[in-house]
């Protein structure tokens, strides 16, 4: 992933900052929780007035964020490591973001442990879009199941590739959800028994590839298939004559 994307990454974190600390106190119904001494042990289960959800739990990584406070806890050892690997001063904690926009780009390329700080950048920015309203973004209705389709926003936008909620089907793009959409239509269409079904021309062919139009007509005309307005066949009958034809031959 580029540099570029995690500058932006940061970038949003900072902006999103005050709204991740409002949704915090707004899970508690306090208007002033405590805050915590760096990262806290446990998971808070139990506490009154909903407080774990402003009890940051970051030993562990960026999965424990809560407030601003703890994504301050999870990117202050990062710029620590930055500053001693350039030989700077190392920036107080609520200069941290502005330090690691600053040298991000200069990471990637020198950094001991680059990899793990894109991670580090990524799972805090995906955590900070739930919390803050920021994602998932739907983008479409799973063929396969009829779930929805879903995808984290990244800071260039919203992506076409995204998974279904109820089936964990993954979509790569747009044209991969018309075509899991048109397999799955012409299963049921070359299955189905149900006389109430019809169709256009064009996706009876997509299911019958074998069958012209002009054959398609000719049934039609002398009554083997049942139409209606619009140009619509029923497909119980299109599939009982495929089925004799092939039975003949």
């Not at 119904?29 to 402003?54: D, F, I, M, N, Q």
């Not at 256009?200 to 139009?213: G, N, S, Y």
């Not at 298939?225 to 004799?244: C, E, K, M, S, W």
Request: charge should be negative; glycine fraction near 8%.
């Amino acid at each position: 992933m580029p540099t570029h994307t995690h500058t932006q990454m940061l970038a949003q974190i900072a902006a999103w900052l005050p709204a991740l600390d409002v949704a915090a106190h707004t899970a508690t119904g306090l208007h002033s929780p405590r805050p915590t001494s760096g990262g806290h042990s446990g998971a808070g289960e139990g506490l009154p007035y909903h407080l774990a959800a402003v009890l940051d739990t970051t030993d562990d990584g960026p999965s424990g964020i809560r407030t601003s406070r703890g994504v301050l806890d999870v990117l202050h050892p990062w710029a620590v490591q930055l500053a001693d690997e350039r030989s700077e001063p190392a920036p107080a904690r609520r200069s941290v973001i502005p330090y690691l926009i600053g040298t991000v780009t200069w990471a990637q390329d020198h950094a001991a442990d680059w990899e793990a700080l894109a991670e580090t950048i990524t799972d805090t920015w995906r955590i900070l879009a739930r919390a803050t309203g920021h994602t998932p973004a739907t983008i479409g209705t799973c063929p396969n199941c009829g779930g929805s389709i879903t995808t984290d926003p990244t800071p260039t936008g919203i992506p076409e590739h995204g998974s279904c909620e109820r089936c964990d089907r993954w979509y790569q793009d747009k044209e991969d959800q018309e075509m899991t959409r048109k397999v799955a239509l012409n299963d049921v269409l070359r299955n189905t028994r149900n006389p109430a079904i019809y169709v256009d021309w064009q996706t009876l062919h997509d299911a019958f590839p074998a069958l012209t139009h002009d054959r398609l007509r000719q049934w039609a005309h002398r009554g083997h298939v049942p139409t209606q307005p619009g140009g619509l066949y029923q497909v119980r009958a299109v599939r009982d004559r495929l089925d004799r034809e092939q039975g003949a031959a």
